[in-house]
């Protein structure tokens, strides 16, 4: 069983790494660039076991260590 | 009085804190490996500065993890004062030990350099060897001091007097150009709610002696020791 995990910076929590982005881009000519923000994803390959307690086993995973929930949102996506 | 000093792979401000506290207390703080699972009888406890464990997943969030740490967390709990400096207050911000989070610097940029800061607090334990609204002076050194807290968050620290010190011009003023590292309100240093832990970015065990440059730190060890004894 995989599991990838998508972690962002929250709505309103400064991202410098994402505006230093947008800057590089737009000097590159993209000029249809309004913004960007940028995250993490992190592959977790996990013993095989049934999708629902995958799931509930990634959220503590989440809860307890890869996010930071004051700053940070994250998504699960089961691979297979 | 006894301290301790946590140490992590990563520390890099645990022997600085050493020389601090051992000038302040007149004898060595125990150093405590952060695979350990007990501390020694401590009368305070001390967070490094560093980039413990390489800064992975986030500042502070391997640290906060480790084994000797939910023993710091429930030490805190009970009451036992705990100074976090720089990547301390990092882990003590992914602990919850502390309210908020420390974000990469507003301008990308890694910070070193003196800064002024105002005393906000009146919490007599860790700066009452200050007066009210003096200004002193610390150094900083850090890639992510930016601290952030959601908006009801920021409000209950300013008015519960739980800020302690935030980054002023050297008149006292709080401005933009003052402020290193885009953290709201300037805010430099916070405690928890109880009084009893301190996070602070600035480095007072840098500035412990003229040859350094200044004494406010020596000042502000000699302070917390004699209010502990």
Same mark, same amino acid.
């Given at each position: 069983?995989?599991?990838?995990?998508?972690?962002?910076?929250?709505?309103?929590?400064?991202?410098?790494?994402?505006?230093?982005?947008?800057?590089?881009?737009?000097?590159?000519?993209?000029?249809?660039?309004?913004?960007?923000?940028?995250?993490?994803?992190?592959?977790?390959?996990?013993?095989?076991?049934?999708?629902?307690?995958?799931?509930?086993?990634?959220?503590?995973?989440?809860?307890?260590?890869?996010?930071?929930?004051?700053?940070?949102?994250?998504?699960? @996506?089961?691979?297979? | 009085?006894?301290?301790?000093?946590?140490?992590?792979?990563?520390?890099?401000?645990?022997?600085?804190?050493?020389?601090?506290?051992?000038?302040? *207390?007149?004898? @060595?703080?125990? *150093?405590?490996?952060?695979?350990?699972?007990?501390?020694?009888?401590?009368?305070?406890?001390?967070?490094?500065?560093?980039?413990?464990?390489?800064?992975?997943?986030?500042?502070?969030?391997?640290?906060?993890?480790?084994?000797?740490?939910? @023993?710091?967390?429930?030490?805190?709990?009970?009451?036992?004062?705990?100074?976090?400096?720089?990547?301390?207050?990092?882990?003590?911000?992914?602990?919850?030990?502390?309210?908020?989070?420390?974000?990469?610097?507003?301008?990308?940029?890694?910070?070193?350099?003196?800064?002024?800061?105002?005393?906000?607090?009146?919490?007599?334990?860790?700066?009452?060897?200050?007066?009210?609204?003096?200004?002193?002076?610390?150094?900083?050194?850090?890639?992510?001091?930016?601290?952030?807290?959601?908006?009801?968050?920021?409000?209950?620290?300013?008015?519960?007097?739980?800020?302690?010190?935030?980054?002023?011009?050297?008149?006292?003023?709080?401005?933009?150009?003052?402020?290193?590292?885009?953290?709201?309100?300037?805010?430099?240093?916070?405690?928890?709610?109880?009084?009893?832990?301190?996070?602070?970015?600035?480095?007072?065990?840098?500035?412990?002696?003229?040859?350094?440059?200044?004494?406010?730190?020596?000042?502000?060890?000699?302070?917390?020791?004699?209010?502990?004894?």
């Amino acid at each position: 069983m995989k599991a990838r995990v998508y972690i962002s910076l929250k709505n309103g929590v400064l991202d410098p790494q994402g505006k230093a982005i947008s800057h590089s881009l737009q000097g590159l000519g993209f000029k249809n660039v309004l913004d960007v923000r940028q995250g993490k994803t992190i592959d977790l390959d996990l013993a095989d076991m049934d999708r629902e307690r995958a799931e509930a086993e990634v959220e503590k995973m989440c809860q307890q260590l890869l996010a930071n929930t004051v700053i940070e949102n994250y998504s699960i @996506e089961l691979l297979d | 009085m006894k301290a301790a000093v946590i140490v992590f792979p990563g520390s890099n401000c645990d022997r600085d804190l050493k020389v601090a506290l051992t000038q302040s *207390m007149g004898r @060595e703080p125990a *150093m405590v490996w952060h695979g350990d699972s007990e501390l020694p009888d401590t009368d305070l406890i001390a967070i490094p500065g560093g980039f413990s464990y390489g800064d992975y997943l986030r500042a502070g969030a391997m640290a906060a993890n480790s084994p000797i740490m939910r @023993e710091v967390v429930r030490k805190a709990e009970s009451g036992t004062p705990v100074v976090a400096i720089c990547n301390g207050f990092q882990i003590a911000t992914e602990t919850g030990m502390l309210p908020g989070a420390l974000l990469r610097n507003a301008s990308q940029k890694f910070v070193c350099k003196d800064v002024d800061l105002l005393v906000i607090s009146e919490n007599e334990r860790f700066v009452g060897g200050f007066q009210q609204s003096q200004v002193v002076r610390f150094p900083v050194a850090h890639h992510d001091g930016n601290f952030y807290a959601d908006a009801d968050t920021l409000d209950e620290l300013e008015a519960e007097g739980q800020i302690a010190f935030k980054y002023v011009t050297p008149e006292g003023e709080i401005t933009d150009e003052a402020n290193p590292n885009g953290s709201l309100n300037n805010i430099a240093g916070i405690y928890n709610k109880a009084g009893n832990v301190l996070g602070l970015m600035p480095h007072p065990e840098r500035l412990i002696s003229e040859v350094l440059g200044g004494t406010d730190g020596k000042t502000f060890f000699d302070h917390l020791v004699n209010s502990i004894v």
